[in-house]
């Protein structure tokens, strides 16, 4: 059975920095592509960033460029998020999550941790 | 930056069929994923590659993709399929993920 759990959230200053993880296990967790979507409080759904499963290549959404890094540890079967500079804005509930084979749908979710960015 | 545009609600009455829209230029070259997400819970991937569901989900949930419009029809409405719904698709000139606003959908 595939799970994703996701820890590392909490309450932090703006400005501050925080980094997410999510523990993956009952697939081959190098060979599939991961991203982190976030949702803010009562909105929908932002994709965050993307990494392949060899972690070659990543992406980054606008509003996280320069500031967020994704990265995995394919030994260790997790997936992180480094998260610096955070604002007000960044606020949400962050979901890892594992793509299916085809590329660019996730099949399987986390629970999500929540990231409050506030003085 | 790609635009996906989806009506803010949908309502149906149960055993009826609930169409949901998702509208992008041109949206028909592009593979177009769905998901549901009930309150409090992850979202759940029901409908992938415009018309493909993953193992687990009713025959029900269907999709389509043409022209400029997305669409995932949910047939013979449940009071369990109220829940809001999302289109996404993988924008490949600016190499973004790209998700629309999301439709809620009430079972009347």
């Known amino acids: 059975e595939v799970q994703l759990v996701e820890s590392g959230g909490g309450l932090v200053q703006p400005g501050g920095s925080l980094r997410l993880s999510c523990a993956a296990s009952?697939?081959?967790?190098?060979?599939?592509?991961m991203n982190w979507v976030r949702q803010a409080p009562g909105k929908g759904l932002e994709w965050v960033s993307y990494?392949?499963?060899?972690?070659?290549?990543?992406y980054y959404a606008d509003s996280v460029k320069g500031r967020f890094a994704i990265s995995r540890d394919n030994a260790k079967k997790s997936l992180f998020l480094q998260m610096n500079s955070l604002r007000a804005e960044d606020t949400a509930v962050y979901y890892c999550?594992?793509?299916?084979?085809?590329?660019?749908?996730?099949?399987?979710w986390g629970q999500g941790t929540l990231v409050t960015v506030s003085s | 930056s790609y635009v996906l545009a989806q009506p803010p609600s949908v309502s149906v009455a149960p055993g009826q069929t609930a169409r949901i829209t998702c509208g992008g230029n041109?949206?028909?070259?592009?593979?177009v994923h769905w998901y549901q997400q009930k309150p409090g819970q992850a979202p759940v991937l029901v409908v992938y590659?415009?018309?493909d569901r993953p193992s687990g989900i009713p025959e029900r949930f269907s999709g389509s993709n043409s022209g400029n419009t997305a669409t995932l029809t949910i047939s013979r409405v449940e009071a369990g399929d109220e829940a809001d719904y999302y289109c996404?698709?993988?924008?490949?000139?600016?190499?973004?993920?790209?998700f629309g606003g999301g439709t809620k959908l009430t079972v009347l």
């Open positions: 996404q698709v993988w924008d490949s000139s600016s190499d973004h993920v790209v």
């Open positions: 590659d415009d018309s």
């Open positions: 009952g697939f081959i967790f190098s060979g599939f592509s």
């Open positions: 999550a594992k793509e299916i084979a085809s590329g660019w749908s996730n099949d399987h």
């Open positions: 990494i392949s499963g060899g972690s070659g290549v990543t």
């Open positions: 041109n949206i028909e070259t592009k593979s």
